[in-house]
């Protein structure tokens, strides 16, 4: 019976110098999709405007990097309906627009559910199962003895330019908002930051 060589041995008769080369082309383009990936959402993704909270003095910048959180990181989660969500958990959270424009999580489930009018679905993934609830001012409120779903989208760091940061760094978080881009999938990217109502930075394409 002829043996057919095995994949190893095939490759090893395959040039290293092809080898690296067909490597290096995998990469890129694996590099090359994740960032079509993140552009595709950037241009055609729905906008939600969202507003921010106060996060732990000592995480709020770490490098070139900005901490951010946001009222809709704390979820409440379904009454009646499911039950049981733990960490780790994939889960879809509705947001509805309020008075202002903003956008405020109204409902969570862990299959995408159907929308209308100009509410939204962001994908997210459970951080912690016993999240304080926020007050009205938007500030963590343990004492009320209710409990949230902590979520996380992909929304709580953002780059800045180096040394650009110390302006966000030290303005209260009331005062900032972020849009964010949201696909039709769910996945989200933080398309601009503002202060004040006024831009300050924007997100490229690429």
Known sequence: ?????????????VPLLWRTLAAMLLLTGGLLALVESRAGILRNGAEVRLKTVPVDPR?????DYVVLAYPISTVEGPAGGESGFKRGDAVFVTLTRDAEGFARATAVARSRPTVSGSDVVI??????????????AGETDCASGRRRLRIAYGLESYFVPQGEGRAIETTPRARIEVVAAVSAGGEAAIKRLLIDGKLVYAEPPY
């Open 59 to 63: 995480d709020l910048f770490r490098g």
């Open 1 to 13: 019976m002829m043996r057919v060589p095995s994949a190893d041995l095939l490759i090893r008769k």
């Open 123 to 136: 994908a997210g993934r459970v951080q912690s199962t016993g999240a304080c609830a926020l007050n009205d």
